[in-house]
């Protein structure tokens, strides 16, 4: 079946640590996403990616990073440069008919310990 | 004023209530108006689409869409406790911009 894997499905991190977060896809969809969220804060944008070697900053891309070298992956580190990761962290990708709106991953829950 | 308002509960009603849940936009640029439905801990899936202004139905579910208030509507007839989750709104203008989330309404649906 066609989808979105995201994992690990939950993430504990140290303090001072990077980690990875990945976002695999066999749906064949140009643009991916990596949103956040927080309770009450609902779904922000981190970085986006609409085709393969470019991406762009969302709205709160500070102490992210990302790398988009094939369509199916788009990859999401955290670095410890971000003081505030805990969150869930939500991937999506649509594809050329964007009337479909996004078709999201299960998430990755990060969490600092 | 953020672009996006989205009263986020939490909305309790009893199973049979129909539900309605609104969001607010600032963006008249906005064209594509979505509603997601997400359960705890799951990625959001898709309920509802529309473009522009207008009504949509779909099996128990009506999306409105009015530009020239600024206001979206998600309406639930004959609510089921299986409607219990997160309802977030999202829209994007015209082109290839991402979508822009409301914060989510919780609704509960007691049997």
């Known amino acids: 079946d066609g989808g979105i894997t995201q994992s690990p499905k939950y993430l504990f991190r140290k303090e001072g640590q990077n980690v990875t977060l990945s976002c695999e896809q066999n749906l064949n969809h140009d643009a991916m996403y990596w949103y956040r969220q927080d309770p009450g804060q609902g779904l922000r944008l981190i970085y986006y990616s609409q085709i393969v070697n470019d991406f762009q900053k969302g709205d709160i891309a500070e102490g992210y990073s990302v790398s988009r070298e094939k369509k199916e992956s788009f990859p999401l580190t955290v670095t410890s440069a971000q003081k505030n990761p805990t969150a869930f962290y939500l991937c999506?990708?649509?594809?050329?008919?964007?009337?479909?709106?996004?078709?999201f991953g299960s998430g990755t829950r990060l969490t600092v310990v | 004023q953020k672009e996006v308002e989205q009263d986020p509960g939490p909305l309790s009603v009893p199973e049979g209530a129909i539900v309605s849940l609104n969001c607010t936009y600032s963006?008249?640029?906005?064209?594509?108006f979505m509603w997601y439905r997400q359960y705890s801990r799951k990625g959001p899936e898709l309920l509802m689409y529309?473009?522009?202004?207008g009504n949509k139905e779909d099996g128990r579910f009506t999306a409105q869409v009015d530009k020239s208030s600024k206001y979206i509507s998600l309406f639930i007839r004959d609510s089921q406790p299986s409607d219990s989750a997160t309802y977030l709104c999202a829209m994007r203008n015209s082109g290839n911009t991402p979508l822009v989330f409301g914060k989510g309404t919780r609704l509960s649906v007691i049997a």
């Open positions: 529309t473009y522009s202004s």
């Open positions: 963006n008249s640029a906005f064209q594509y």
């Open positions: 999506a990708s649509i594809g050329q008919s964007y009337f479909y709106g996004y078709t």
